[in-house]
């Protein structure tokens, strides 16, 4: 077969062949009366090189006839297996008998780098098959793809063929393996080979510093950072500063934190955005908000990077409207949001139930292109759900092409925060029938799913299959929800044994479920068993103190229930006092008990007098029971104060008619305000929806979303 001369012109070479091209001489021209000496494989290979940045599979096709012409094909690999060419270059290599190991390490490494860990390692065994024995090099580049493959055993295996090649002593080799095993969370694995080990390289030390950052061993990776900065032969560099940044914010470490800042000034690495970066998040995740801004403001250039941290450091921190602020900063800065900036957004203002301005930051992600990311996703379908729109949240979940597992959570989450549970079970079914596999979360939200409506049986299934069908152990979480499924089902006793035969210590969350259904069920004395447990468990949570003193004072004991206030003093706590609020055109009203400081009172007032007499015609029996802090005649005339109810009289004096009532509240809603919402939904024909500290009721036609089950 003829092969095309890569000599001849033709315009549509003009750009390889141009004067001021890089290419060597004997591609330019050519002359008549003068045969050209052969290249050499160096000439060759740097031609190749310059070739690959074109990205012009043509280009590439007529330097590797010359390199067939010239019985020169050892550098063919290493300069077109960019992952433009790579398709091109198997066809190439596929007749090509002469690959070494050098063009197979060149084939295994570019596959690798491109994210197609199973294709390298289906190269490499090819490289095997044929007689070609690796070599060091080849088994750094096969390395990684076995951790891409995330299944230990590929990794375990060429581990065997290593030591049977007797490279296990050899440094690059010795340090992949380390960063496999890691990468496969087989941190075991990974401290063995480490220590086994007889010579270690910086690579070696940042793999074993990353690896454990990675799989959440924090402390851990502070203490062989620690080792790094012993060793006077190794010079830490900006992965190792950064990793150890990223390890102190995580534990909370920040007066070692400090330290380290104080290593990488004087080492001169700031000017690294990857260190800088690293530094603003360990100051916010150690709660020191004023030295992240300190750092953000004197950082110089600023990224998106930049600014997503110093975003995630104040929601972190609960302050949700600087993030907002810094967010709209950012776009006045010329910064373009990427997906991480819209996510982290989303969920400051979902925190602080701003519809309008989420719904505004939806705008911009349609036009960014970014609406099917499953973090943005997630993030629009949960913002949506928790500033009280399920509809929007529902359309949301249905316009996303391509569903992860976070846009299922998302919704499933958002069904069973609205006391949609049974929409909320189907859903997850349709999940496992599209063949998405849940994650920790899906299953938190499955079970507090069935616990709100009731499905103990159901519940049961589903944790007990978690570990054997899914593939996850239970955590504190989904033993919380169980606690809370049998709890609602009044069987308290059974629950509290659920929690003494659990495998882990059981942790405040599964206790305070309990407590929360000794008070719903009346349960003093062993309510009062395991407030003492609280106690101990969280003795800054003003919470656990005020449920129990509550239910002394439901059953006339008000002795033990100023005792236990009085305890509360001495403890130097305090009760959140209550309030709610709403937004009325782009505008936040918040309201108190008892709360005279609006414009509007006196309408309020009268508005609340309005609802009183429509809902007592209705046979409306106030439930004084939820008036705890009242005695006599007094205890009625409270219920008709509570921040909710003055919320709700605003804004049916403001709002348009028909116009659905979304109100927040910062505790858990009482009983008797429940009814009342319910009343008023079909009073006035209006959709309610209260989000309280634990859930949201949405009212319609005198219906609650949770059918009082709650």
Known sequence: MRVPSPLIHSKSHTAIHSSSSVFPKFLHTTHPKKTPSPPAPTQLNDLLNTASHTKNIRHVTQIHAQIITSNCTSPLPSSTSSSACMPSVAKLTKADGSKNVVTWTSLITQQSHASKPFEALTLFNQMRGTGVYPNHFTFSAVLPACAGTMVPSHGEQIHCLVIKHGFECDIFVGSALVDMYAKCSHMDAAEKMFDEMPDRNLVTWNSMVVGLLQNKFFDRAVLVFREVLKRDSIAPDEVSFSSALSACGNNGSSEFGRQVHGLVVKRNLMSSSYVKNSLLDMYCKCGSLDDALRQFQTSGVQDVVTWNVMMMGFVNNDEFEEACHYFTFMRSKGVIPDEVSFSTVLHATASISALSQGTSIHDQILKSGSVNSSCVGGALIMMYAKCGSLADATRAFEEIEGRTVVCWSAMITAFQQHGCADQAIDLFKDMLGQGTKPDYVTLVSLLAACSHAGRVDEGYLYFNSMSKSFGINPGHEHYACMVDLLGRAGRLDEAKKFIELMPIKADATAWGA?????????????????????????PDNPGNYVLLSNMYSREGRLKEADEVRRLMSVNGLKKEPGCSWVDIKNRTFVFTVHDRSHAMTREIYEMLGQLEELVRKRGHVPQVQFSVNSIGEYKERNLWYHSERLALAFALLTLPNGAPVRIKKNLR??????????????IYKREIVVRDVNRFHRFTDGQCSCGDYW
């Open 514 to 538: 309990l407590l929360g259904a000794c008070s719903n069920h009346g349960n003093l004395e062993m309510g009062r068993e395991v407030a003492d447990r609280l106690f101990e468990l969280q």
């Open 669 to 682: 809603t009482c009983g008797d305000c429940h009814t009342v919402m319910k009343f008023a939904s079909d």
